[in-house]
Nanobody, 124 residues
Framework: QVQLVESGGGLVQAGGSLRLSCAAS????????MAWFRQAPGKERELVSH????????YYADFVKGRFTISRDSAKNTVYLQMNSLKPEDTAVYYC?????????????????WGQGTQVTVSS
């Protein structure tokens, strides 16, 4: 059974940094597409960043380009999201997700495993 467990969320001031971790079991993170989504109160869950299984090609939503970096550590079977220059509008619950090869990036229904989420709060 696949499990994704996020950690690293918390409260940070605007301009600060956090690193989120997603520890996977039952699935090798370097063999499958992995992604980070977020959901703010009253809003839909949206894609933040995605990393492909083949070649590690990455994708970022426009609102995080240049500030966030997705990466993976095969030895630890963990995916990370380094978040710098955080803004109050980045406040949300952040979810790790994984899906089958060939999925359409950012299409929520095509990611078949999700973590429980970790809260990120950015104060102004």
């Amino acid at each position: 059974q696949v499990q994704l467990v996020e950690s690293g969320g918390g409260l940070v001031q605007a301009g600060g940094s956090l690193r989120l971790s997603c520890a996977a079991s039952g699935r090798t993170v370097s063999w499958y597409p992995m992604a980070w989504f977020r959901q703010a109160p009253g809003k839909e869950r949206e894609l933040v960043s995605h990393i492909n299984w083949s070649g590690g090609r990455t994708y970022y939503a426009d609102f995080v380009k240049g500030r966030f970096t997705i990466s993976r550590d095969s030895a630890k079977n963990t995916v990370y999201l380094q978040m710098n220059s955080l803004k109050p509008e980045d406040t949300a619950v952040y979810y790790c997700a994984s899906g089958p090869r060939g999925l359409r990036i950012g299409v929520r229904g095509e990611y078949d495993y999700w973590g429980q989420g970790t809260q990120v709060t950015v104060s102004s």
